[in-house]
């Protein structure tokens, strides 16, 4: 493998997505991934339709780079393999429901007694303090974090997200807390335990949200496709359909005016400033409303970007990639070779000089077990 993390093994203990997503991430980068699956696979090769060649795709999304190797921890051969290879590794990556690795022997304590220099890293729901009995599921957590109350209509039932996004976040807050602790690795030669959880990971997501209620006391409510703070930052209707409109400070908002046909609306002190627009939202929202409706969502997103008003249509997830591939972004890469060559969506991060690579494809179940049992083995 090349990569920056090149030579970095990872053991993976994870399953379904927060953890999976997270070493996903770090194969892209170099890292050596075994991926240690139940006999039965990890539950995310069920989750079907959609499909490719009969696999679940959701397990496709999450799953390239690594090596497969199924074990029964409850197997005593088995298990001395998973030790064997936690032993080896630099990094690894669980998220049983906190303790659960105990029963296996395979705990901070005793993992980390034999292999000091390891970045042993934790992820569940809730943490291991009194959140320990609670089971993690990102639904939980987007309903107890309080993003549901800020989601969906305000006269309508609170909704969840579209994907699982704390999953995802505490998956990346992961790959950031074993880059930090590797960097103190390198410096001190010691290993730590890193612990993650999605309800932590939300309630920093939450960002301004969270802020508006531990430094301003406020309780943030449900504004449909509103925001609290600024205006115009939301869809408004066209001609056809309806266009995100974000223009966020002064300058993109006398862009906007002048483009709509309306700049003298930039010097209405009703709208000057985006305190003035917030509080004056509905006054503004009709003006420009009235505008936008003399030509279509396209031909409003051609004129604005030009002069730097960010906005944008709403699109489905085929044209989310359709503009991703007219700005130039490449967002699909082809991970493997031949026959098991499969489409997949590039890596986040772009590097000068160590790029992502996309070796492997996502592994089928137990696909490098013999070869991973025999380097175990082997001592």
Same mark, same amino acid.
């Given at each position: 493998?090349?990569?920056?993390?090149?030579?970095?093994?990872?053991?993976?203990?994870?399953? +379904?997505?927060?953890?999976?997503?997270?070493?996903?991430?770090?194969?892209?980068?170099?890292?050596?991934?075994?991926?240690?699956?139940?006999?039965?696979?990890?539950?995310?090769?069920?989750?079907?339709?959609?499909?490719?060649?009969?696999?679940?795709?959701?397990?496709?999304?999450?799953?390239?780079?690594?090596?497969?190797?199924?074990?029964?921890?409850?197997?005593?051969?088995?298990?001395?393999?998973?030790?064997?290879?936690?032993?080896?590794?630099?990094?690894?990556?669980?998220?049983?429901?906190?303790?659960?690795?105990?029963?296996?022997?395979?705990?901070?304590?005793?993992?980390?007694?034999?292999?000091?220099?390891?970045?042993?890293?934790?992820?569940?729901?809730?943490?291991?303090?009194?959140?320990?009995?609670?089971?993690?599921?990102?639904?939980?957590?987007?309903?107890? =974090?309080?993003?549901?109350?800020?989601?969906? =209509?305000?006269?309508?039932?609170?909704?969840?997200?579209?994907?699982?996004?704390?999953?995802?976040?505490?998956? @990346?807050?992961?790959?950031?807390?074993?880059? %930090?602790?590797?960097?103190?690795?390198?410096?001190?030669?010691?290993?730590?335990?890193? #612990?993650?959880?999605?309800?932590? =990971? %939300?309630?920093?997501?939450?960002? @301004?949200?969270?802020?508006?209620?531990?430094?301003?006391?406020?309780?943030?409510?449900?504004?449909?496709? &509103?925001?609290?703070? +600024?205006?115009?930052?939301?869809?408004?209707?066209?001609?056809?359909?309806?266009?995100?409109?974000?223009?966020? @400070?002064?300058?993109?908002?006398?862009?906007?005016?002048?483009?709509?046909?309306?700049?003298?609306?930039? !010097?209405?002190?009703?709208?000057?400033?985006?305190?003035?627009?917030?509080?004056?939202?509905?006054?503004?929202?009709?003006?420009?409303?009235?505008?936008?409706?003399?030509?279509?969502?396209?031909?409003?997103?051609?004129?604005?970007?030009?002069?730097?008003?960010?906005?944008?249509?709403?699109?489905?997830? !085929?044209?989310?990639?359709?503009?991703?591939?007219?700005?130039?972004?490449?967002?699909?890469? #082809?991970?493997?070779?031949? &026959?098991?060559?499969?489409?997949?969506?590039?890596?986040?991060?772009?590097?000068?000089?160590?790029?992502?690579?996309? #070796?492997?494809?996502?592994?089928?179940? !137990?696909?490098?077990? %013999?070869?991973?049992?025999?380097?175990?083995?082997?001592?």
């Amino acid at each position: 493998m090349s990569g920056p993390l090149a030579g970095l093994l990872v053991a993976d203990f994870s399953r +379904v997505l927060a953890g999976p997503y997270a070493t996903m991430l770090l194969a892209d980068l170099g890292a050596e991934v075994v991926k240690v699956e139940s006999p039965q696979g990890d539950e995310t090769r069920t989750w079907m339709p959609p499909v490719r060649d009969g696999v679940s795709t959701y397990y496709l999304g999450i799953n390239r780079g690594k090596r497969s190797l199924a074990l029964d921890l409850r197997d005593d051969a088995d298990a001395a393999l998973a030790a064997e290879l936690a032993r080896r590794a630099d990094v690894l990556i669980e998220n049983l429901r906190p303790g659960g690795m105990a029963k296996y022997g395979l705990d901070y304590a005793r993992v980390s007694a034999a292999n000091p220099g390891l970045v042993y890293t934790s992820i569940s729901g809730f943490g291991s303090g009194e959140g320990a009995k609670v089971p993690g599921y990102d639904l939980m957590v987007q309903a107890i =974090s309080g993003l549901m109350s800020l989601t969906g =209509s305000p006269d309508g039932p609170p909704y969840r997200a579209g994907i699982s996004v704390f999953d995802v976040m505490a998956g @990346n807050h992961a790959v950031i807390g074993i880059l %930090a602790a590797l960097r103190h690795r390198d410096a001190t030669g010691e290993g730590q335990h890193v #612990e993650v959880n999605l309800l932590s =990971s %939300a309630l920093t997501g939450l960002v @301004n949200h969270s802020s508006a209620w531990v430094a301003g006391g406020v309780v943030p409510y449900r504004m449909g496709n &509103a925001h609290p703070s +600024v205006f115009p930052y939301e869809p408004l209707p066209t001609a056809d359909e309806d266009l995100i409109v974000a223009a966020a @400070n002064d300058r993109q908002f006398r862009a906007l005016c002048g483009v709509l046909g309306i700049p003298e609306i930039a !010097d209405d002190p009703r709208f000057a400033h985006n305190r003035d627009r917030t509080a004056n939202r509905e006054e503004l929202r009709a003006i420009l409303v009235e505008r936008l409706a003399t030509k279509g969502a396209v031909e409003w997103f051609e004129l604005l970007v030009d002069v730097g008003v960010p906005c944008g249509p709403i699109n489905t997830i !085929d044209g989310g990639f359709a503009m991703a591939e007219k700005l130039g972004l490449d967002p699909i890469v #082809e991970v493997g070779e031949g &026959a098991r060559a499969m489409p997949t969506t590039r890596h986040p991060v772009r590097f000068s000089r160590t790029p992502a690579v996309y #070796e492997l494809p996502p592994p089928e179940l !137990d696909e490098h077990g %013999a070869e991973l049992r025999k380097w175990l083995a082997d001592g």
